[in-house]
């Protein structure tokens, strides 16, 4: 596909000017030319939270499906050319990564960094502190856990900007979790094993967890959430025997997120 015929679809939510969009879509059609590879779908979100207390209330997200690997960044800022600068400018570095993994010449060696995440906490968007009585699943994603390497689920969470990633260890079998401490600059990785174990030929800074997914109903896990602070929680369903996470939406409500 030419960039002249890239269609770049944007939804918006809140007051947001045409200006802004046609911005936005000026801004991905630029960064569209930074790759030879065919972009098959290209779609922007915006949105002006009418909230006064919103510190940053202007939210910009975008999805780019190039040759069927996905590419996604989501930021918050003061106004919406702010926000459509730092997606695009985060984009633009995902997309310059992609490019290199997809590269064997340009594969890179362990521990020089290039699997470091990028999303700085003061760029994100704030969490909704919606009271405990209202929250509630108001997504439940379902699919097929694809296998592969622990490498390969390094590279995937740091191309869709997510706090953590779900997989299938093609070396164990088992599902895992691999996700991002606070504060830290290694990743972590979670199985649903008999222990978590982190192999030697991946190349991502990642450690086994010290932590183990419990056995629990997704009611229980949703309590858990309720009183812990984190991000997210990686449990074993009781019914299924897979592992499954719950985890925050911006909104204030959870996600679930379970395998076919």
């Known amino acids: ?83 459509v600068d730092l997606l695009t400018d985060r984009l633009r570095r995902r997309l ?16 020089n960094g290039r699997w470091r995440h990028g999303d700085l906490p003061t760029q994100r968007p704030e969490y909704f502190d919606r009271p405990v009585d209202e929250r509630e699943i108001v997504r439940h994603k379902t699919f097929a856990l694809a296998p592969m390497t622990c490498e390969e689920a390094a590279f995937d969470l740091d191309m869709l900007g997510h706090d953590f990633y779900l997989f ?43 932590q183990r997914p419990a056995t629990m109903a997704v009611s229980e896990a949703e309590e858990r959430l309720d009183v812990s602070k984190e991000p997210f929680v990686f449990f074993v369903n009781v019914e299924t025997g897979r592992g499954n996470v719950i985890y925050r939406r911006y909104d204030g409500h959870y996600g679930l997120i379970t395998p076919a």
Do not use: W
Request: glycine share 4%; with cysteine; proline share 8%.
């Open 1 to 83: 596909m030419e960039v002249e015929e890239l269609e770049v679809q944007v939804t918006t939510r809140g007051d947001v000017p045409e200006a802004a969009k046609q911005y936005a879509v000026e801004k991905v059609t630029h960064l569209a030319r930074l790759t030879k590879r065919p972009i098959l779908f290209v779609q922007v979100k915006l949105s002006l939270e009418g909230n006064p207390s919103r510190e940053r209330p202007a939210l910009a997200e975008a999805s780019f499906d190039v040759n069927g690997r996905h590419l996604r960044a989501h930021v918050a800022a003061h106004d919406l050319t702010e926000a």
């Open 96 to 111: 310059e990564r992609s490019t290199h993994r997809m590269d064997p010449q340009h594969r890179p060696p362990p521990g």
């Open 168 to 210: 299938t260890d093609i070396e164990t079998g088992a599902d895992s979790v691999l996700f991002h401490p606070e504060g830290s600059d290694h990743l972590e990785l979670m199985q649903a094993a008999d222990e978590n174990r982190v192999p030697e030929s991946c190349s991502a800074p990642v450690v086994a967890s010290t």
